[in-house]
């Protein structure tokens, strides 16, 4: 059992007590402030300034990154920067672009300094534990999972321009986090793996905002029960809670780790100080966890297995009744999957930086262990997470074990985990060990009438199913002889064929453009009046960064900005798009002089219309209840902007590193009070008077007007949440390409 406690508490004698808020000093024991304390170049205790020890990105991101810092200035970079190549799409959408961006990242480590390693050697977090990861170190990634808790790193998953200010040796600026203990206790059963206790936490921590923007610390007797692969496939997840980081204590388990593979220095033990304060806690009774399943579309979904199968009508009901509601022109059926003897899945995968580890792997061959999946509809396809763990899945016989089943062993890549592998069949229900299972990561396209589901289960459950032919089974329900396989570490595949070369930047290499790699186009500085239109309106919820730019076959264009931006929220506006650019296209006019009447008339409600036309920038505005759940890209920002965004209103955003991505791409963050209503549909417009004037004040409240399109309008407050000083000047320069280079030679 997982259960959120809402109240402080502290450490004494190794046990969680009651604590009072005036004991919030000791958060200074808490592992976490150990290593911000460490890792902080502020001075300032509340308003943190972090440099990191390492970063890390793939092919989806990176060359937007290193595009973005080669235009702000870069020369080398300053710390191990490793970019890997497993979102590769491993199709030929987009022409060559797929090898295109993977040639122009050799180069850029050539040029730059930093370490390349090429498609299908590894998936990003895998390389970064193996690798990377250092107890007392920190990391920042420009993917959302990236979480090496368990070794003892606290890292981060933030989008490019966070890395970029990193590179430009500038810092990562947070106010001070608040802690919660995970308190583990018990020892899971057999049959239980990492992901069902996963699930079980993210349900229980992701509701009413629990863990958001916080550090997940983990403590406690239970972690002693768990080798280094199922806390790694815990700590992973804990991005879903929302949460900006996670840590945990580390034993002799970690200890081996870093032995094993080959970096013994690397390890220190990392333990919380006698009355060290925490926010909040969790307690993990690891015991009492069940086999877990997380329907579609959130991995808070969650229910025990056993509980689904109980209610699977009622609960597939609701399933199918949410997806047609978001997406009308589909026909989901997943009450047809109920059959007699249970609850059929057409698919089974286990893959990426949860389900690929050696010792998920390992148990889901011994479950299979001379039995077959059947030569049924139902498939399953491994994947482990690096060559060096499928290597090491070779010499103990599991891939020989798995492949006689009849599964189906591929190389190390991520496409399962962002819709660009497996893709099952219209109305199919793909069981998956991976890290998300929102609309569309599994491939299909919702608005086109086609659909399919992923629901997330641990690999052992997902091996257990596949044995009874895709007849959904909790792995606590077979028998099958599990025993402790110690793992061996080979990094020649790494040494034979990733280049790394940190501190040997060699400015004379020339870096490799394809046709498809393009440059940022210019963003203007903030106007001193702002009016937008209201492009896309979305009532949802949560808005993910999957509906902002959905994944996919997108990610063949993740290197040209204006063509990647076509796709920005296809799935849940079509018609934003189009918005967009009528309204870049009247701002390009109005700039040129040659304003459209529509403009005009436009400004003419709230003012002289030749004086407002001069200083007021017209741009489009996306309005959603909570945006921003999901994926670190910063494409979801990025996309908004070159097509003309200018402003965000919404009540809240879901995570911190969709907010920052949008101040780094010069959108306006605007929020709402806290219960006003905000009945404004797609074509209404918002005029912001001094809006320049407000950034400039640091003011947090702001006046608008909306224009309605029935002729009438209404006065609305507008709220601008705490900024840095360099938020927002970035804000005033445009952007964070802007501020660079407002900021050269200074």
């Known amino acids: 059992m997982i259960r959120y406690h809402d109240h402080a508490v502290k450490l004494v004698g190794g046990k969680p007590k009651p604590a009072a808020a005036t004991e919030k000093a000791a958060r200074e024991k808490t592992i976490a402030y150990r290593i911000l304390r460490a890792h902080n170049v502020s001075g300032d205790a509340e308003k943190l300034r972090l440099r990191f020890d390492a970063l890390v990105s793939h092919d989806i991101t990176y060359v937007g990154i290193v595009q973005t810092a080669r235009a702000s200035g870069l020369t080398e970079f300053p710390v191990p920067y490793a970019m890997t190549n497993c979102h590769n799409s491993l199709c030929a959408v987009g022409g060559t672009i797929n090898e295109d961006d993977h040639v122009f990242g050799l180069s850029a480590a050539k040029k730059y300094g930093g370490i390349y390693v090429p498609a299908n050697l590894s998936v990003i977090h895998s390389y970064a534990r193996e690798e990377l990861a250092g107890c007392g170190k920190m990391i920042l990634g420009s993917d959302s999972h990236t979480r090496y808790g368990a070794l003892g790193t606290l890292a981060i998953g933030e989008g490019g321009p966070e890395l970029v200010k990193q590179l430009l040796k500038n810092t990562y600026d947070i106010a001070a986090p608040e802690v919660v203990l995970c308190y583990v206790t018990g020892k899971p059963r057999r049959g239980v793996g990492p992901h069902d206790v996963a699930l079980a936490l993210v349900k229980e921590a992701f509701a009413e905002n629990r863990a958001k923007n916080k550090v997940l610390e983990f403590v406690g007797p239970g972690i002693k029960h768990l080798p280094v692969d199922f806390r790694n496939g815990v700590d992973v997840m804990t991005t879903e809670t929302t949460c900006l980081s996670s840590i945990w204590e580390t034993d002799g388990e970690i200890a081996n780790y870093y032995r094993t593979h080959g970096r013994p220095a690397d390890f220190q033990t990392l333990a919380p100080e006698e009355g060290a304060y925490y926010d909040a806690m969790i307690t993990i009774e690891l015991d009492k966890v069940e086999c877990m399943i997380a329907l579609p579309f959130h991995p808070s979904n969650a229910y025990p297995i056993h509980e689904f199968l109980e209610r699977a009508d009622e609960l597939l009901a609701k399933v199918e009744a949410e997806a047609a509601e978001q997406f ?21 995968i286990i893959a990426g930086c949860a389900g690929g580890l050696f010792d998920n792997i390992v148990e889901a061959s011994e479950i299979l262990s001379g039995g077959s999946i059947g030569n049924g509809a139902f498939s399953l396809s491994v994947y482990p997470t690096s060559v060096p763990v499928s290597l090491a899945l070779t010499k103990v016989e599991a891939t020989e074990t798995l492949i006689r089943a009849g599964a189906v062993i591929k190389p190390s890549f991520c496409g399962p985990c962002f819709g660009a592998g497996d893709v099952p069949a219209n109305n199919g229900l793909s069981i998956r060990h991976t890290t998300r299972n929102f609309p569309n990561r ?71 453009f394809g046709p498809n790699i393009a440059d940022w186009p210019k963003i203007d500085k903030l106007s001193d009046n702002l009016l937008v ?84 920038h017209y741009g489009s505005c996306v309005f959603a209840n909570k945006p921003g759940d999901g994926s670190a890209r910063e494409q979801a920002a990025s996309s908004q902007r070159v097509l003309g965004g200018a402003a965000n209103i919404c009540y809240e955003y879901a995570t911190k590193r969709y907010r920052s991505n949008c101040i780094n791409w010069g959108i306006l963050p605007f929020t709402l009070p806290a219960g006003a209503a905000f009945p404004y549909e797609v074509g209404d417009h918002v005029y912001i008077p001094g809006v320049r004037a407000v950034v400039e004040s640091k003011a947090d409240t702001l006046r608008a007007v909306v224009l309605k399109q029935d002729g009438s309008k209404e006065e609305i407050t507008l709220n601008l949440p705490p900024l840095t000083e360099d938020e927002r000047e970035i804000l005033l320069e445009g952007c964070l390409m802007n501020y660079y280079a407002a900021h050269a030679g200074k």
């Not at 009308?328 to 089974?348: E, S, T, Y």
């Not at 608005?447 to 690999?459: C, F, N, R, S």
Request: one cysteine or more; hydrophobic letters at 35%; glycine letters at 8%.
């Open 442 to 512: 599994e491939g299909s396209k919702p608005g086109e009438g086609q659909i399919a589901t992923v629901a997330l289960m641990d690999a052992r459950s997902i091996a257990a199913t596949a044995a009874n032919g895709g007849r959904i089974t909790a792995a606590t329900d077979v028998l099958y002889r599990k025993t402790r396989i110690k793992y061996r570490y080979d990094r020649s595949a790494y040494e034979k064929r990733c280049y790394n070369g940190f501190g040997k930047a060699d400015p004379s290499v020339e870096l490799v």
């Open 533 to 616: 239109e209201l492009s896309a309106v979305i009532r949802d919820p949560v808005t993910t960064t999957d509906e902002l730019i959905p994944s996919g076959e997108t990610s063949s264009y993740r290197s040209n900005p204006l063509r990647l931006a076509e796709f920005a929220l296809s799935r849940r506006a079509p018609d934003y798009v189009g918005r967009s650019k009528a309204v870049a296209k009247a701002e390009d006019a109005r700039k040129s002089g040659e304003a459209p009447e529509a403009l005009k008339a436009l400004l003419g409600r709230v003012g002289n219309a030749d004086e407002l036309l001069k200083t007021t």
């Open 328 to 348: 009308p022109r589909a026909k989901p059926n997943l009450r047809g999957k109920i059959q007699p003897d249970g609850v059929h899945a057409d698919q089974g």
